[in-house]
């Protein structure tokens, strides 16, 4: 029998992003797994993937605060395999904390939360950042009255722990990392703009101030398809993508997919335009493109913040996936030599897979045995 868990919404108040503009009424949407022990000494703070959500365990149908955006394939927990009695997020053992990202269409504010005017923040909502995205979360961990903790942080969630790390280095025992390093690659960055083009170019996305009933769909389906190609392994993509052609009415107008990879990153674009919302997507993207660990640390460059961790004793275990385009095994081979350098207690393991970025969600169990025994 599924267990069915509920999600609830964290008020941040008035909050004022490292952008400048201050927002009434901020809040996060999270999920908790486990309890809590008498000392509060049992805590991981986990951190989800690019377009994830906060909903990593258990069955969980009812998402007011997401709209339409809810969609039966966000109803089962992202990460069902790794969460739960027994498991190596043991909910025996551990209380388990998630929360969306600020600027996300998944509970937390963002562009589709209601400003004050009664229409949608939109194009309106700031841009956010690492820095945002700690402030936010060290919040929601000060209500539970938490004051050490372990995170867990697989893709983009590895990026914006260190930053959370680095701006709370007394708050964190460990952190495990999982398919992400210290910097965005050249790539990320270029594809970005070309994301944001797809969107803008589309008449629909008006601006940014669409109506959500009418939103543009098309752009924002571009946009995914051409972030999606770095998530899977691209030399076993034709084996991966469906024989069938998928239906393209709506997408194009007198073009039909004829190959089988067409067909299945149109499919993975249409799919994913229902489930997200296009500003969301901007800004969550732009938090892996535009990431800058110095800046916002206040920090003259990652070997201070590396030798920061190192001055309070956080531990890493750092994965990386072998056929990973986001980044690649040597870039957080890279990572590691230069927590080393600095005096950092860091680990680092290569997991042999042949399903790209994605491998953390599609076969957790790689990486089962190696995060429970450094969590014990």
């Known amino acids: 029998m599924q267990q069915t868990v509920q999600s609830h919404i964290f008020p941040l108040g008035d909050f004022t992003f490292r952008c400048g503009e201050t927002l009434p009424d901020i809040r996060l949407a999270y999920e908790t797994y486990g309890t809590l022990n008498e000392e509060k000494s049992n805590a991981i703070l986990l951190f989800h993937a690019l377009t994830g959500s906060h909903h990593a365990h258990g069955y969980n149908d009812n998402l007011p605060e997401a709209g339409t955006f809810w969609q039966p394939e966000n109803h089962q927990g992202w990460w069902d395999r790794m969460i739960g009695p027994g498991k190596p997020l043991d909910t025996d053992r551990y209380f388990i904390i998630c929360a969306n990202y600020l600027g ?17 923040w939109g194009s309106r909502f700031p841009l956010t950042d690492g820095n945002d995205q700690a402030r936010a979360q060290i919040q929601l961990m000060n209500h539970f009255g938490i004051d050490r903790f372990a995170i867990v942080a697989p893709s983009l969630g590895g990026m914006l722990a260190l930053t959370l790390a680095a701006l709370y280095p007394e708050r964190v025992r460990s952190m495990v990392i999982i398919g992400a390093a210290h910097r965005p690659a050249i790539n990320h960055k270029l594809e970005f703009f070309e994301q944001v083009l797809a969107i ?103 070997d201070e913040v590396f030798r920061l961790y190192a001055q309070h004793n956080i531990r890493f275990l750092l994965f990386s996936i072998d056929t990973d385009y986001c980044f690649t095994a040597d870039a957080i081979e890279e990572f590691h030599q230069e927590l080393t350098r600095n005096g950092v207690s860091s680990v680092h393991t290569r997991i042999r897979s042949e399903k790209g970025h994605d491998s953390f969600l599609l076969e957790p169990d790689l990486y089962a045995e190696g995060l429970a025994e450094y969590l014990k």
């Open 104 to 120: 996300s269409c998944y509970g937390s504010s963002g562009p589709t939360q209601t400003a004050p005017d009664g229409e949608p």
């Open 200 to 302: 803008e170019l589309d008449p629909a996305y008006r601006a940014g101030r669409y109506p959500l009933s009418d939103p543009p769909n098309r752009g924002l389906a571009l946009a995914r398809i051409i972030s999606h190609k770095l998530f899977v392994y691209q030399d076993g993509l034709e084996k991966r993508a469906r024989k069938g052609i998928c239906d393209s009415k709506g997408m194009l107008t007198w073009y039909q997919p004829i190959r089988n990879t067409e067909s299945y990153m149109l499919h993975q674009g249409t799919k994913f335009a229902r489930r997200f919302d296009a500003n969301a997507y901007i800004r969550i993207v732009n938090l892996w493109a535009g990431y800058d660990l110095p800046a916002f640390t206040g920090m003259a460059d990652t």
